[in-house]
T-cell receptor
Framework: GEDVEQSLFLSVREGDSSVINCTYT??????LYWYKQEPGAGLQLLTY?????DMKQDQRLTVLLNKKDKHLSLRIADTQTGDSAIYFC????????????FGTGTKLQVIP | GAVVSQHPSWVICKSGTSVKIECRSL??????MFWYRQFPKQSLMLMAT?????????EQGVEKDKFLINHASLTLSTLTVTSAHPEDSSFYIC??????????????FGAGTRLSVL
């Protein structure tokens, strides 16, 4: 089955860039997602990428996908204190009957 | 668009009682809804998948008689924790998916319900 791994914690200074990394195991066609969870709240979909893409950019967010290494990263430019949250990487095989497998989450702490 | 409302956000109940949690898609029709459980500082664990008008599909190890799921309409799914015990205390999160986004499996999440069983 799919397995998604993330580092647990990242600390950055306000204004710097943050890079959150994720590795996954499945080599089939897949969608990969980044979700944000603030304390005591549900998950907010930030962005997603299909496995035939290498990069996707959306305002301050850049997603990079290295299919060979099965490595996904989320770069947040000009990190703000409001970006402090837990970021989950997730994976789903194509097709609506597949489960979404979530990583363990990376807690991002932004230091003013 | 794609707003999911979950209610209540926090509930405290006595051991042995039942608790119902509602999940509503406010601005779209959700052909499929999902229920997850999240333990402190851990990832989400899928409990069950519910399709409108049919029985829910439970993940292995999840007791269907304990966690009753009803998906009676395209905008509402409910999770009832029956005869709750302290070990059922957790953060329960629902999500919903639009038919148009089935292939991409994009899910929109509610804000979660924190259940504390005394």
């Amino acid at each position: 089955g799919e397995d998604v791994e993330q580092s647990l914690f990242l600390s950055v200074r306000e204004g710097d860039s943050s890079v959150i990394n994720c590795t996954y195991t499945d080599s089939s066609s897949t969608y990969l997602y980044w979700y944000k969870q603030e304390p005591g709240a549900g998950l907010q979909l930030l962005t997603y990428i299909f496995s035939n893409m290498d990069m996707k950019q959306d305002q301050r967010l850049t997603v990079l996908l290295n299919k060979k290494d099965k490595h996904l990263s989320l770069r947040i430019a000009d990190t703000q204190t409001g970006d402090s949250a837990i970021y989950f990487c997730a994976e789903s095989l194509t097709g609506g009957y597949q489960k979404v497998t979530f990583g363990t989450g990376t807690k991002l702490q932004v230091i003013p | 668009g794609a707003v999911v409302s979950q209610h209540p956000s926090w509930v405290i109940c006595k051991s042995g009682t039942s608790v119902k949690i509602e999940c509503r898609s406010l601005d779209f029709q959700a052909t499929t809804m999902f229920w997850y459980r999240q333990f402190p500082k851990q990832s989400l664990m899928l409990m069950a998948t519910s399709n409108e008008g049919s029985k829910a599909t439970y993940e292995q190890g999840v007791e269907k008689d304990k966690f009753l799921i009803n998906h009676a309409s395209l905008t509402l799914s409910t999770l009832t924790v029956t005869s709750a015990h302290p070990e059922d205390s957790s953060f329960y999160i629902c999500s919903a998916r639009r038919l148009a986004e089935l292939a991409k499996n994009i899910q929109y999440f509610g804000a979660g319900t924190r259940l504390s069983v005394l």
